[in-house]
């Protein structure tokens, strides 16, 4: 069965230093894998994705992930950290063949002035 | 601007009664999603529709249903017999199978229920 694993329940981050939120998969065939972010009260939005081709992902607000396959891992990415950037990220990894996503348990990103 | 709608907002609800929380996108998209977010659980499939007319049980669809009527609304009725409905509660679809077929989803944002 497919799965994503977010091994950190929090992380905290400096003001412009860079982050790292981790996630890793399981899955049966080719991934295809999301990053998304959550503000308190707030729906999901999408922030990046993996479907095929480069390892290193471009996405919304500066963030990147890198996709590497030996590692199954999708850690999310940013250079220099803003303080707007704490929020709630979840990573998720689509089920083949059902077309639904599954999702980690999320990490707390905070980011201290 | 095209997007998901999700009403109420807020909802609070006596034990032993259902409750609607509503669910509407202007997206033209095939698939809708109700997730449960609880804190430290992420985020649990509750029912999915692939289709109208179709739906199937995602994984906690016990004490809740849904309908799929009509292609841009989704409802979700949680009903007496769920023992722990406080939650927020989260409506997303897809283009689905026939669309871009990489399966990312566009979220409302969200209802929270809780139960008096």
């Known amino acids: 069965a497919q799965s994503v694993a977010q091994p950190e329940d929090q992380v905290n981050v400096a003001e412009g230093n860079p982050l790292t939120v981790k996630c890793t998969y399981s899955v049966s065939g080719n991934p295809y894998l999301f990053w998304y972010v959550q503000y308190p009260n707030r729906g999901l939005q999408f922030l990046l994705k993996?479907?095929?081709?480069?390892?290193l992902v471009k996405g919304s607000y500066g963030f990147e992930a890198e996709f590497n396959k030996s590692q199954t891992s999708f850690h999310l990415k940013k250079p220099s950290a803003l303080v707007s950037d704490s929020a709630l990220y979840f990573c998720?990894?689509?089920?083949?063949?059902?077309?639904?996503?599954?999702f980690g348990t999320g990490t707390r990103l905070q980011v201290f002035p | 601007d095209g997007g998901i709608t999700q009403s109420p907002k807020y909802l609070f609800r006596k034990e032993g009664q259902n409750v609607t929380l509503s669910c509407e996108q202007n997206l033209n998209h095939d698939a809708m999603y109700w997730y449960r977010q609880d804190p430290g659980q992420g985020l649990r499939l509750i029912y999915y529709?692939?289709?109208?007319?179709?739906?199937q049980k995602g994984d906690i669809a016990e004490g809740y249903s849904v309908s799929r009527e009509k292609k841009e609304s989704f409802p979700l009725t949680v009903t007496s017999a769920q023992k722990n409905p406080t939650a927020f509660y989260l409506c997303a679809s897809s283009k689905g199978l026939a669309g871009d077929k990489t399966g990312e989803l566009f979220f409302g944002e969200g209802s929270r229920l809780t139960v008096l």
């Open positions: 529709s692939q289709i109208v007319n179709d739906f």
């Open positions: 998720a990894v689509r089920d083949h063949p059902a077309d639904k996503l599954i």
């Open positions: 993996y479907i095929t081709g480069d390892n």
